[in-house]
Every structure is written in structure tokens, then in C-alpha cells.
């Protein structure tokens, strides 16, 4: 039976050859998770420039390729440093499979942010830039300034800052104020007794439709709503640009009201029909 000394040199004989045979493969392999660490940085912003330098990818859709594009390259270096090591590809598979399946079951709320915004990327109801309200639930809204695998970054008309998880934009009705080329916006004009109508109309037509923002087509319509002793109800239909909206709302009245006094036509009120004061698109 060899002697303690014998086996203790035999075993740090065993351990410096396997730590020789192993120590460069680890070392190889920490390479790789640092070079693959140092690409994916540089990966992501090549492939957002490229992206960018395009065109034929839409605005919505970058932030949410270029993290696809990091993970992918981050997953290719972990896998190949892995393999350096000696751990065989299809059993990791195995492994990563059913760890992917019992992190799904513990983290559902995640997996369902990221369905919902692959479904927010694939029906496109908003788009970068747009002004978006969700109106179910907790309310909230603003402008959308990125739309992510896992949230959306909006910023309100007043500079706050929103990060909404997809699903619970995805689960709840929303209204999107950008979306469409213009915007309905009326109000009426009260009229003194014996005031001359057509005048008045003629007024209101002209100053509305000078004013930035105005769509020409359709046209602005200025019509009587009503009459009474007291005098005549006079309401004004414009369609203005989506993006100007809120600064129509602001300037037509007094645009009105300025042109009626100019003609000798002082109004007994002025009031906004629509939008409604709740509507976010005032403050823009």
C-alpha cells in the first residue's frame, strides 16, 4: 500500500495535469463571454444604424429588432463558451428547455408583456410619436417614444415620464389621437337679437379658415343650431390638422370672436362642443 507522501504526490500530479489540460479551455471560455459581451453592445447599435439607414423598417419596429438582435448574440456566446468547457450542446438544449418552461411558469406576467408586444408590433395600433390615451382601468396617457419587448416609454403633454408594461396597453381600450390625418372641432356663437346672420357666418368662415392648422377640405361649415327670442345659435363644424389640434382649439374662439366685434357683431357666448374638456389633445 503506498505511503501517504505517495499519494499525495500522485494527487497533486492528477490535479496539475487536469488543471493543465482544463485551465486554458476556461480561459478561452471567459474570452469569449467577454468578447461576446463587447460585440453585443456594438451589435445592437450597428444593427439600430442599419436599421435606421434603410428606411424600409418602420420606427416602431428598431428598438424591438435591435434587442432581438443583442439577445441572439449574447445566447451564440454564452452557448459557445459552454462548449469550450466540454458541456455537450444538446444536453445544455435539454437543460435550457426545461428551465425555459418552469422560468415561464414562475415569471407569466413578463411572458405576457412580451406576447402583448409582439402583438403591438405585428397590429400596429400606435406608432412612435403618436399621442396615445388607454381608457380603461388606471387611465393614463402621452406620446409614445418607444415601443419594447417588455414596455412602452410615453411621455405626457405635461413631461412625465410613463413606462406602461405592454399588457396592460394591450388588454384595454385605447384611443389614439394621431392616428388619423385630421379632427373634428365645432363650438357655438350666441347672437345677439336682430344680429344679421349671413354676415356673421361670413365673419366666423373667414377667420376660422385663416387660421394655421385649418384643413381646407372639407371645408369649415357655419350654420344656425337654433333661434329664440334672445337672439340665434350659430355653430361652426372645422376639421383641423391631427398634429395642430390643440392649437386650433386654443385660437378659434378668439379668432371669432375678434372678427364678429370687427364687424360690428358682438357675440353673447362662445363655447367649445368638441372635443370634450377631457380631451387630453387640449393641452397638447
Known amino acids: 500500500m503506498p505511503s501517504a ?14 488543471a493543465a489540460s482544463f485551465a486554458p479551455r ?13 460585440i453585443v453592445r456594438w451589435f445592437g447599435r450597428a444593427v439600430g444604424a442599419a436599421l435606421l439607414e434603410t428606411g424600409r423598417v418602420d420606427v416602431t419596429a428598431r ?25 455537450q450542446t444538446a444536453s445544455l438544449l435539454a437543460a435550457l428547455g426545461a428551465a425555459g418552461l418552469a ?22 395600433p400606435f406608432r412612435v410619436g403618436d399621442y396615445i390615451e388607454v381608457i380603461g382601468g388606471n387611465p393614463f396617457g402621452g406620446t409614445v417614444k418607444e415601443i419594447g419587448l417588455f414596455a412602452c416609454q410615453l411621455e405626457t403633454y405635461d ?30 356663437v350666441g347672437l345677439a337679437a336682430g344680429a344679421d346672420l349671413a354676415h356673421a357666418q361670413a365673419a366666423i368662415l373667414a377667420a376660422v379658415g385663416d387660421e394655421p392648422g385649418v384643413l381646407k377640405t372639407p371645408p369649415p361649415q357655419v350654420f344656425v343650431a337654433g333661434l329664440s327670442e334672445g337672439g ?18 386654443r385660437a378659434m374662439l378668439e379668432a371669432a370672436q375678434r372678427a364678429l366685434e370687427a364687424g360690428g357683431l358682438r357675440p353673447t357666448q362662445l363655447q367649445r362642443i368638441v372635443p370634450a374638456d377631457g380631451d387630453p389633445s387640449l393641452l397638447l
Do not use: K
Open 5 to 18: 507522501p505517495v499519494l499525495i504526490d500522485n494527487a497533486s500530479t492528477l490535479a496539475w495535469s487536469v
Open 26 to 38: 476556461v480561459i478561452l471560455a471567459a474570452l469569449i463571454l467577454a468578447a461576446g459581451t463587447l
Open 63 to 87: 428598438p424591438a429588432l435591435a434587442a432581438a438582435a443583442r439577445y441572439s448574440v449574447l445566447i451564440i456566446a454564452f452557448v459557445a463558451a459552454l462548449s469550450q468547457l466540454g458541456v
Open 103 to 124: 422560468i415561464g411558469l414562475a415569471l407569466q406576467g413578463t411572458l405576457a408583456n412580451v406576447a402583448a408586444g409582439v402583438m403591438l408590433l405585428w397590429l400596429r
Open 159 to 188: 413631461g412625465l415620464f410613463v413606462f406602461a408594461p405592454n399588457s396592460a396597453i394591450w388588454t384595454l381600450p385605447l384611443r389614439n389621437h394621431s392616428r388619423t390625418a385630421g379632427r373634428l372641432v365645432s363650438f357655438n
Open 232 to 249: 340665434a345659435v350659430a355653430t361652426c363644424r372645422l376639421w383641423a390638422d391631427a398634429s395642430e389640434v390643440g392649437a386650433v382649439q
